[in-house]
């Protein structure tokens, strides 16, 4: 939400780690506990990149 609303995507925070750090973080840990199929983790990846500011 808060990128959506403007907030910059190289921004860290306290851990020195951006939005997309964490937001690649947590898609991976979905990935690994089973919670996520890979090719759907791949997917959501993907499609936010732009936002997350991510290659």
């Known amino acids: 939400m808060?990128?959506?609303?403007g907030a910059d995507p190289a921004a860290l925070d306290r851990?020195?780690?951006t939005p997309g750090d964490s937001y690649g973080a947590l898609i991976e840990r979905l990935v690994e506990e089973g919670s996520l199929p890979r090719e759907?983790?791949?997917q959501l990846l993907a499609a936010n990149a732009p936002v997350?500011?991510?290659p």
Request: no cysteine; aromatic share 0%.
């Open 15 to 17: 851990r020195g780690e």
């Open 2 to 5: 808060l990128l959506a609303a």
């Open 52 to 54: 997350l500011n991510v």
């Open 40 to 42: 759907r983790a791949d």
